[in-house]
């Protein structure tokens, strides 16, 4: 046998692995760092975070992602070359935080990496009916096993495709594992870039969870501020704050066949981005909008588009325990308005439960790889956009 096949089998035999999970999401804001001690697998599954980071991203770096982010025309050569950077990049990102952290690399059992998403295609969004649901994260786990000399699972949203989903959300299958709890129905509200949630009921019957996109969560109001205040994101609401809702341009932003769909669903930039908000300022009348007053009405629309969601499947009387975690739950206005639209809903964030919500997502996707390497498939039935698989390829070091 080769002997990394065999360091493998020894590996995912322990009866506890350290896996480094690791999220760069379309915020683009670094590289999370999630250590993780996982025993178990399936429902018997336990996760204890040891440490946590944010490996932050220079200017240049997250500039050169840019360039082939979330765009139809982009240069081949530099997607092809960016996949290799990044990886690079991540793995040297890992090796400091482990040194950081007082580790050796050889203590760890498994990295599982996300990668870097820069085009989100499901054929809800393209609408060519010869085409399937697509998605492409580069950051190639080759060159991360290489540099940092761990098996690496990476490449997670390709076996949900080709299972039927579209790649999108994934948190439902960690959250299910990681928050179900018998007798409380429970929402776990992810506000990234775009805004999703997990239903998990509390019959902990894996057929009766449901997870979807919701629309933007921050993406919007952080490219507004990054082109208009030169910050990469508006700091505890201060600009949002500073503006008045347009009643017009909210209307406006909300008039999208997205929001008619039916659940699940998924979304990103692809959509909801600059170009979106300038159709609907002209539409609406209101290119003239105080920068304050564009912010403000970006707030009201990610606070709109995520409670109407949950209202749609739930009703406004729900009785829902909502477990928030994300960059979106950290601004003091959006929280307002979710609190006051979904009055009767008792909010949280996942601390409340022992994970860091900002270490969340990382958090998800160790768990993911937990489950293929020692797990089996859990069975969530028949629902549609959530297929019964493992995830993850596998690059082995050498």
Same mark, same amino acid.
């Given at each position: 046998?080769?002997?990394?096949?065999?360091?493998?089998?020894?590996k995912?035999s322990k =009866?506890?692995?350290?896996?480094i999970?690791?999220?760069?999401?379309?915020?683009?804001?670094? $590289?999370?760092i999630?250590?993780?001690?996982?025993?178990g697998?399936?429902a018997?599954?336990?996760v204890e975070v040891?440490?946590?980071?944010?490996?932050?991203y220079?200017?240049?770096?997250r500039?050169?992602?840019k360039?082939?982010? !979330?765009?139809?025309?982009?240069? $081949?050569?530099?997607?092809?070359?960016?996949?290799?950077?990044?990886?690079?990049?991540?793995?040297?990102?890992?090796?400091d935080?482990?040194?950081?952290?007082?580790?050796?690399? !050889?203590?760890?059992?498994?990295?599982?990496?996300?990668?870097q998403t820069?085009?989100?295609? =499901?054929?809800s969004?393209?609408?060519?009916d010869?085409?399937?649901?697509?998605t492409?994260?580069?950051?190639?786990?080759?060159h991360?096993?290489?540099k940092?000399?761990?098996?690496?699972?990476?490449?997670?949203?390709?076996?949900?495709?080709?299972?039927?989903?579209?790649g999108?959300?994934?948190?439902?299958?960690?959250?299910y594992?990681i928050?179900?709890?018998?007798?409380?129905?429970?929402?776990?509200?992810?506000?990234?870039?775009i805004?999703?949630?997990?239903?998990l009921?509390?019959?902990?019957?894996?057929?009766?969870?449901?997870?979807?996109d919701?629309g933007?969560?921050?993406?919007?109001?952080?490219?507004?501020?990054?082109?208009?205040f030169n910050?990469?994101?508006d700091k505890n609401?201060?600009?949002?704050?500073?503006?008045?809702v347009?009643?017009e341009?909210?209307?406006?932003? $909300?008039?999208?066949?997205?929001?008619?769909a039916?659940? =699940?669903?998924?979304t990103g930039?692809e959509?909801?981005?600059?170009?979106?908000?300038?159709?609907?300022?002209?539409q609406?009348?209101?290119?003239?909008?105080?920068?304050?007053?564009?912010m403000a009405?970006?707030?009201?629309?990610?606070?709109?588009?995520?409670?109407?969601?949950?209202?749609?499947?739930?009703?406004?009387?729900?009785?829902?325990?909502?477990f928030? !975690?994300?960059?979106?739950?950290?601004?003091p206005?959006?929280?307002?308005?979710?609190?006051?639209?979904? !009055?009767?809903?008792?909010?949280?964030?996942?601390?409340?439960?022992n994970?860091?919500p900002?270490?969340?997502e990382?958090v998800?996707f160790a768990?993911?790889?937990?489950?293929t390497?020692?797990?089996?498939p859990?069975?969530f039935?028949?629902?549609q956009?959530? =297929?019964?698989?493992?995830m993850?390829?596998i690059s082995l070091?050498?």
């Amino acid at each position: 046998m080769n002997i990394q096949m065999q360091n493998l089998y020894e590996k995912a035999s322990k =009866p506890e692995r350290l896996i480094i999970g690791l999220m760069s999401g379309t915020s683009m804001d670094g $590289l999370d760092i999630a250590l993780c001690k996982i025993s178990g697998s399936g429902a018997e599954t336990v996760v204890e975070v040891l440490k946590f980071k944010t490996g932050g991203y220079t200017n240049d770096f997250r500039a050169q992602i840019k360039a082939v982010f !979330s765009k139809k025309m982009v240069d $081949l050569q530099l997607v092809c070359l960016m996949n290799e950077l990044i990886a690079n990049t991540h793995a040297a990102l890992i090796n400091d935080a482990l040194a950081e952290w007082g580790y050796q690399n !050889s203590e760890i059992d498994f990295i599982a990496s996300h990668g870097q998403t820069i085009f989100h295609a =499901p054929k809800s969004l393209h609408q060519m009916d010869n085409y399937p649901n697509g998605t492409l994260q580069i950051g190639d786990g080759d060159h991360i096993a290489v540099k940092t000399g761990m098996i690496t699972l990476s490449d997670f949203r390709q076996k949900h495709i080709a299972a039927g989903g579209e790649g999108a959300p994934l948190a439902v299958y960690g959250d299910y594992l990681i928050f179900s709890k018998a007798g409380e129905n429970r929402v776990m509200l992810n506000i990234g870039g775009i805004a999703n949630f997990t239903y998990l009921p509390g019959n902990v019957n894996a057929a009766e969870v449901f997870s979807t996109d919701v629309g933007p969560g921050n993406t919007l109001m952080d490219q507004y501020m990054q082109l208009h205040f030169n910050q990469f994101y508006d700091k505890n609401a201060a600009v949002a704050l500073a503006g008045t809702v347009n009643t017009e341009l909210l209307t406006a932003l $909300l008039n999208c066949d997205f929001f008619e769909a039916g659940f =699940p669903k998924t979304t990103g930039p692809e959509l909801f981005n600059l170009s979106y908000l300038d159709n609907a300022q002209k539409q609406s009348a209101t290119t003239d909008l105080k920068h304050e007053d564009v912010m403000a009405t970006l707030c009201h629309f990610s606070a709109a588009a995520i409670a109407n969601a949950i209202e749609k499947c739930f009703g406004d009387d729900a009785l829902l325990k909502v477990f928030m !975690s994300g960059g979106g739950m950290h601004n003091p206005l959006l929280v307002k308005l979710l609190n006051e639209r979904l !009055s009767k809903a008792a909010f949280f964030t996942t601390a409340d439960l022992n994970i860091n919500p900002d270490a969340k997502e990382a958090v998800l996707f160790a768990v993911l790889a937990n489950e293929t390497l020692c797990g089996t498939p859990i069975n969530f039935g028949k629902r549609q956009g959530v =297929p019964s698989v493992c995830m993850g390829k596998i690059s082995l070091p050498m």
